[in-house]
C-alpha cells in the first residue's frame, strides 16, 4: 500500500465532513475521499442491519478506490458496522465513540487524590445509544460518574436540511432536549455523533461557562496517524494532502453545503 494513497472517510450524511475538517488541519499531507450518505440519512433511527449494510457498500466503494485506510466518521455506523468491517477487510478500520472517557477523566484532579464525580449529558442519536458498543463503554464510567443520555436526532435533520444558520431554530430545538436538565449541575456535555460539533458554539450559549463541550473528532485523528505511522503509511511531508468530496445524494444542493461546511 503506497503512502501517497488516499484515507477514505464516511457518513451518514454531512456530520463527517467535521472530522475531515480536523484531519486537514492535523495531517495536512494526506488525501482524503469523503463519502456522504445523505441519500439514506439519518442512520441513528435505522436498524443496526441497515446500517451495516450500507455500511460495507461504502467500504466496497473505498476499496475500489485504493484506500489506504477508512475512517467511520460516525457513531451509529461504528457501533453497528466497525467489528464486521475489520474482519471482513484488511486495511486499517477507524471507528469513533462518544468521548465519554475524556468527559470523566476530568474528575482527576491532580490536587486532589479522590476522584471526583462527573456529572455528563451525551448526546448522540437513538442508536448509538441503544447499541451495546455504548453500552460497555458507559458501564466503565457510570459507577463513578452521573451519565445520561439524551438522543437529539432532530440534530442531524437541521445539518442536513442546510438550516445550521437559522439561530432560532437551533436554540429552540436545543432548549426541548435540555430544558429538563439543571444545566447549572452539568460538568459537560459530550457531543456523540459527528453532526453536533458542527453545534458547538451553540451549546457554549446554552450552557453555563463552567460546563465543558467535548467531542471525540480530535482524537479519532490522532489514532489514525499512530495507526498510519506504526504502519509506515503516513503521507511524506513532500505530498501534496487535498479533499474529495462525493455523496450518494446527488443534488446541486448537497454539495453546495458540503464544501460550505468543509470550510466554514
Known sequence: MSSTAPIGVFDSGLG?????????????????????????????????????ELSFAIVERFVRQGVK???????????????????????PIIGMEPALKIACDRGDVPSDPHHIPQRV????????????KFAKLMDRFDSDNEIVKEPCPDLVEIVESGRLGDHDLVMRTLHGYF???DLDRIDSVVLGCTHFVFYRDYFRELLPERAAVIDGNEGTVRHLGVVLES????APESAEGGVELANSDPSE?????SRELLHA
Do not use: W
Request: net charge neutral; hydrophobic share 45%.
Open 121 to 132: 449529558i451525551v448526546a448522540a442519536t437513538p442508536l448509538t445509544l441503544r447499541e451495546r
Open 16 to 52: 463527517g465532513i467535521s472530522v475531515v475538517r480536523q484531519l486537514v488541519r492535523d495531517m495536512p499531507h494526506e488525501r482524503v475521499l469523503y463519502f456522504g450518505d445523505s441519500a439514506n440519512a439519518p442512520y441513528g433511527v435505522k436498524s443496526p442491519e441497515q446500517v451495516k
Open 69 to 91: 485506510a477508512v475512517v467511520i466518521a460516525c457513531n451509529t455506523a461504528t457501533s453497528a458496522a466497525v467489528n464486521d468491517l475489520r474482519e471482513a477487510y484488511d486495511i
Open 253 to 257: 444542493r448537497i454539495a453546495a453545503l
Open 231 to 234: 504502519l509506515g503509511h503516513l
Open 179 to 181: 430544558d429538563q436538565y
